[in-house]
Every structure is written in C-alpha cells, then in structure tokens.
C-alpha cells in the first residue's frame, strides 16, 4: 500500500522549483555582468540599470569656480590649459560665461576616471595664482598636492602688523620665498593674506613650518638654517 500511494504527480512541483532557480541564476548573472559595466549599482531587469547611469553621468562632472581677479589671465592662458587637459587626460573641457564657472567632463576617450580630479587640481592650481608650468606638475606626478592657509589661521595678525608679516614671507625682491621654494622644491603664491603651496606632502610640512616661524617673527637667516639642516637630512634618507 505505501508503494502505490507513491505518484509520478508528486514530483511535478520539484520541477517547477528547478526552473525558478535557473531564473534566479540568470537573474544573478545579468547582475555580474551589467555592475562590472554600472559600478555595481543595477539591479537585474533594463529598466532599473537606467537611474544609477543618470547619478553616474552627474558625477562625472566638476565644476571650478573662477575668481574676479583671475577671469582675464584664464582667458590669457585658455589655450595653454585647454591642450593638456583634452589631448593628454582625454577629458572634455568648457568655460560656463554665465555660471563665472570651468567645468571638466570625462569623455568617451578618457582612459582613467581618476583623471578628472587631476584636471580639477590643475584647474584650481591655476586660479589659485601658481603658473601654468607649475600646476601642469600635477597632471605629470603623482602625489601632488596644493595646500591653502591663511596667516590668521598661524597668529591673529590686524594693519600694519600683517602687512609686515606679509613683507617677511616674501622678502626683498621676493629673495625669501624664492629660497623657501628652492630649498624645499615646492611653489608658493602668497595672496594677499593667503598662503598657496604646491608640492608633495613631505615638502608642504617643511615649506609651511618655515613659513610659520616668519610669520611668528624668527628672523630669516634662522629660518635659512633650519631649512638646510632639515633639508639636508632629508636627502640622506633618501
């Protein structure tokens, strides 16, 4: 009796289950494949792979926005910033005259996605007031990198008293900040009360703590001999 109580029909939902999850296989499949092309954010159908593209093509975008005081020496160097950043980087380029803005987009071309934020440093180098030479370092080296302070940020300094810290850092006919920039192979716009320094970042703490100590009121020819002693045992280690 057990034995004719066994039937061929009890096996049919068996099947069934197999062919949900061969589904659910393809549907997993279609996953692998579509997040390798999608950063990873679609689900299996087409319809749901289209709103992460939409945040993907948001995202490939940066916007730097240009200062008063700099928007006729862009137009001056354009073509100057315009070829190593469509020619080398691949990436595409455009000045917005509405928006005062210049925004970068990665193109069809554009080998690295992580190019896009080296055109944005070197966008932003530029307008910060470093030369197109200088700023052009960081699309050629890696581990660049520009650091902004202000002299208020070291030592609340009003009048007089920041205008001579000002004329400390620079020096007669720019002599200090020449020597600093030498000395610890970095690059220095001084901006008003604004302090631009590009360089690695081993060379910004020296560059910058050399830069503190004038504005605190070491006079410079101690600030000369500290920077070749640390300087020098620097080169040692390497």
Known sequence: MEVENIKVDAFVPAKKAQKRSAANTQDTQMQVDEATGIEGLVAGTTQASAPPRAKRIKSELRKVSVPPHRFSSLKEHWMKIFTPVVEHMKLQIRFNMKARQVELRVGPETPDIANLQKGADFVKAFLC?????DALALLRLEDLFVETFEIKDVKTLRGDHQSRAIGRL???GGRTKFTIENVTKTRI?????K?????SYQNIQLARRAICNLILGSPPSKVYGNLRSVASRLSERM
């Open 170 to 172: 620079a020096g007669k």
């Open 129 to 133: 007031g470093f030369e197109v030479d």
């Open 189 to 193: 716009v001084l901006a008003d009360s």
């Open 195 to 199: 302090i631009h320094i590009l360089g």
